[in-house]
């Protein structure tokens, strides 16, 4: 992949900063912890007026090129946004969005412009398994939209396409989630002729799990800091400091893999499919294996509602579910290496 220069980097950090600042202010962890009467809140999610905040901050035209009314990045600077989103756990409707308005941008200039001014909103469905025509809809109320990724094919229906909704209990419940059943005959609005949609997709998740990874790692660290056990802190003993040691080698990986696959995408580089599915493995391992590290770390509180822990491995275990590229990661990854199936 092309190599950075400074200007590029200063760049990706202002985006960074900006986003992380965002999120701190408007949508941080804490808003996930129960009140003293052990209830949580139900304003969780992102509201009308946050959501046409972050369009007007451009977060969904990132991608989008200059003349179309985007910014003309190219994915890596999606990454470095659903990063920060997984950082927080926030909806995972950011990241379907930005995969649509790439995908309004080919033919809907109409649908463009209502993404990107955050009229518009665009939440995932992913299919049961294969062949069915059942669907899991991922915080998708109040969505207009829904985006399937099935291998590496984007399809983008109206929400209307999706009939007998009816609501089930989500492991992550900082997320709603529904079961729906896709129309008989109903048509996408937009569909893909190649993957690079799909290849988005799956970027944005891993990005999103990497996140989730750095995120158990920083809250492990500045536990360990100021938890006391003997008269000193836990981080002064040996196991602790191996466990977050472990815990910043598995961040470190999941980062080098999840970008150099968004730049190998973003270089039109030939392996950028493997690269791709690489990422989704390495980055789904290292936000599972941290956030179950966390809870460790924090001990007997770390399994409480009032411990932002637990929160990772939920979302970890969601984004892992999600993306419908499960198979697609494991033909690719073997057909690459000359394993046959």
Known sequence: PPAQDDGERDVEQQIIDGVAGFLAKEL??????????????????ISAEQWHEIAGLGWFGLG???????????????????????????????????????????????????????????????????????????????????LVVDGMQAQLYGAAA??????????????????????????????????????????HNSAQLLGVAEGALTLSV??????????????????????????????????????????????GQRDAAYQIAAAKVICAEAALANARSGIQIHGGIGFTAECDAHVFLKRAHLLGQMGGERRWVRETLLSKTGVVA
């Open 222 to 267: 500045e536990y360990a800091k100021v938890r006391e056990q003997f008269g000193q802190a836990i981080g002064s003993f040996q196991t602790i400091k191996h466990r977050c040691a472990d815990m910043a080698v598995m961040a470190e990986a999941a980062y080098a893999q999840a970008f150099f696959a968004g730049l190998s995408q973003a270089g």
């Open 64 to 146: 989008i090129p200059e003349e179309r009314g985007g910014a003309g990045f190219t994915v890596v600077a999606e990454m470095l946004v659903v990063r920060e989103v997984g950082r927080y756990a926030v909806s995972p409707s950011i990241s379907a969005t930005i995969a649509a308005a790439c995908l309004a941008a080919r033919a809907d200039s109409e649908l463009l412009a209502g993404l990107l001014a955050g009229e518009r909103r665009v939440a995932f469905a992913s299919r049961l398994c294969a062949g069915s025509d059942e669907y899991h809809l991922v915080d998708a109320r109040g969505a207009d939209h829904l």
């Open 162 to 203: 999706f009939g007998e909704v009816r609501p089930v209990i989500s492991l992550d419940d900082a997320v709603t989630l529904e079961r729906a059943r896709l129309t008989a005959g109903a048509r996408p609005l937009l569909q893909e002729a190649d993957s690079d949609i799909g290849h988005r997709a799956s970027l």
């Open 28 to 45: 941080p962890l804490a808003r996930l912890r129960p009140g003293p009467d052990g209830e949580r809140s139900a304003d969780i999610g």
